[in-house]
């Protein structure tokens, strides 16, 4: 589990789990399912819920690898609407990336649900 505290955010916690399944020397895929929460911050929490596989195929001097995963991420209030029903919001997001590591260097280009790059460094990846 994976808690965070500060006193300009909310205290949120999480967890998740995966398999590693190794197909070959080359090939290996791990499926996944991860949870967040929120503590409840004048009557509202978030959670989300996620389900991800992340393949790699390791070519020993570098490893190009991809992360695909559907999320649902939900609001529950104490907001009461007119109509006497209770206020709540959830969205379904997909998820995609791929990346290349390479000399403990790491490149991942995210394509859903928003496009965007990150760079850094991996030991052991």
Do not use: C
Not at 16 to 23: I, N
Not at 61 to 75: D, E, I, Q, V, Y
Not at 109 to 125: A, D, E
Request: hydrophobic residues 40%.
């Amino acid at each position: 589990p994976v808690f965070s505290v500060s006193d300009s955010s909310p205290s949120f916690w999480g967890m998740g789990a995966a398999y590693r399944f190794d197909f070959s020397e080359l090939l290996s895929l791990a499926p996944g399912l991860t949870f967040h929460k929120s503590s409840d911050i004048e009557g509202m929490s978030i959670y989300s819920l996620g389900l991800y596989a992340n393949g790699v195929v390791d070519l020993k001097f570098m490893k190009p690898f991809f992360n695909l995963g559907l999320s649902r991420t939900a609001f529950d209030t104490d907001v009461t609407l007119n109509n006497g029903e209770k206020f709540d919001y959830s969205s379904y997001f997909a998820h995609l990336s791929l990346g290349l590591q390479a000399f403990g260097m790491v490149y991942e280009m995210n394509i859903l649900p928003y496009f965007s790059h990150n760079i850094g460094f991996s030991k052991n990846f």
